[in-house]
């Protein structure tokens, strides 16, 4: 299958942010002599340049050498291209190690060296300068922030500086991302989960989340509706060990693809390791009986913690940790079954995210990797019959070319939240060599033993990572049906305690999360501190609604909404 071609404006956001790296190189020199420039790709919204420093910035230096880089930009009026030798390359750069580094390692491998020189500046670099970096918005772009890098990513490496910026086609993009970014702030879901109650971090087990009881209510709530959607949908929910065998993951491909990332443990001198996938596990039941044709579509769900070694530095959140709950899925069809149930899983997949509230989904096709298992023409297959199932079904899509699993192709979701981001979460892997590695089999129609395919799917993906999207995506103000508190009762003065305590207990006979605030405070205190606890509905119980068997219902957002009973107010909770 042949990748699309880019479409001309992401070409040219890619050739604007590589040129303003090597801008950002020239512009570090010129301040800074002596620095030696590393690597610096275009990355997405923006770009980085690594440097080895001989004094320390910071992010007060930034507007500084953004400024430089300005008032080299009118210079930067035409690239030119020169392919070299490794002499040339030592005659222009032996005084930067990490240009020859590199150098070297290319002349090893055969690999053509080039040097690019635009405005004075000389690079070693393979090119992707298409057009005059005079001619972009100056005010397009902006230094964004300074960061340590070990030297290619290794920690037994050199820590490099490492300076980030952002760019765009012009000014208008460029302030949109900036807005966007000012909401994740006041979005952050690190600083909510912590106002709201929801969870914590500890450094004795770092990278593990602790959810306190209002965050398993949001979870509680949310797996609600998925396990909902998949029961009436025909899944099975199945659990397995969290501790299986080494040679359970060499046998599977995990080990050679994923080791590094796992962690392990001996016991009665085998070595085991904690899962970093569910796929194994489900394998092993199935191989617990003789199927049959007639057992397909097998749909076995598992919401199974994993864990995966991540470094110290990449830890962010609920959005990067060493241990999470996956909605993990596989399904076992015969070969003629396999279109149509992938349909079924993009339907279900789509419909799970418009019940949580996201409207916009991107999807991406994900083609063979660099590494993988299995031979060519039965990814060919695998990867037609993808891109068929989502032109058949009308799905828009792009084609992430060397993306997918090392066992499979892949679809993948993105969702967009409500400040226009997009976030990868479900995913559909199609698998034909899992299932031959394990020698699976059925009974067809016709007596022969058949091998049966794999699908391998999650909607939520990471329920740790969906939680954060979901409290970002609604900036802890949830919906009712998903709020860990919907409602709180909070009464004016002592004599109307008992009314609320039976107003209270009659909430929680309906399933309505409710909570009674009998404290001696004054009520607008109470409902200053409910309210900054988002809750969907405040019922304020003076003597007045006591006497009339009624409660003041104070809706978030819209104020005082007057009294009403409590029948009345069941009744306005049913229609969100």
Known sequence: ???????????????????????????????????MNAIGPAIENGFYQDFELHKPISQDDLPKIEAKMRELLPMWTKWTKKVVTLKDVKKEFSWN?????????????????TFYTCGGL????????????????????????????????DEKNKMLTRIYGVAFENKKELEHYLWQQEEAKKRDHRKLGKELDLFSFHEEAPG????????MLLREALMSVHNKLHKDAGYQTVSTPILLSEELWRR???????????YFTKIDKRTFAIKPMNCPGTILLYKEHPRSWRNFPLRLAEAGEVHRHEPSGTLHGLF??????????????????????????????LKFYELIGFKEVEVELSTRPEKYIGSLAVWTKAESTLAKVLKDLNVK???NRGDGAFYGPKIDFHIKDSASRLWQCGTIQLDFFMPKRFELEYTDKDGLKKRPIMIHRTVIGSIQRFTGI????????????????????????????DYAEKVFEELKKKDIRAELDLRNESISKKIREAELQKIPYLLIIGEKEAAAGKVAVRERGNGDTGQKTLEEFLALTKRQ
């Open 122 to 153: 000389i690079d070693l670099c393979k090119g992707g300068h298409a057009f005059a970096l005079s001619e972009i918005d100056p005010e397009s772009f902006k230094l964004d922030r300074v960061a340590g890098a070990y030297w290619r990513g």
């Open 470 to 497: 979901i409290i970002e995506h609604f900036k802890g103000a949830f919906p009712f049906w998903l709020a860990p508190v919907q409602t709180a009762v909070l009464t004016i003065n002592e004599k109307v305690a």
């Open 208 to 215: 593990f989340v602790f959810w306190h009881p209002k965050g």
């Open 252 to 262: 599977s491909g995990h080990w050679d693809n994923y080791k590094d990332k796992m």
């Open 320 to 349: 990067r940790v060493r241990a999470f709950r996956q909605d993990d899925a596989h399904i076992f069809v015969r070969e003629e079954q396999v279109e149509e149930e992938i349909k079924n899983v993009v339907a279900l997949t």
């Open 1 to 35: 299958m042949k990748s699309p071609k880019k479409p001309a404006s992401a070409n040219k956001n890619e050739n604007i942010r590589h040129s303003l790296a090597h801008l950002l190189a020239a512009a570090v020199r010129a301040l800074y002599p002596g620095a």
């Open 397 to 399: 899509f792009k084609l």
């Open 97 to 113: 190690r990490y240009k020859m580094e590199l150098a070297k390692e290319f002349a090893r491998d055969k690999k053509i060296l």
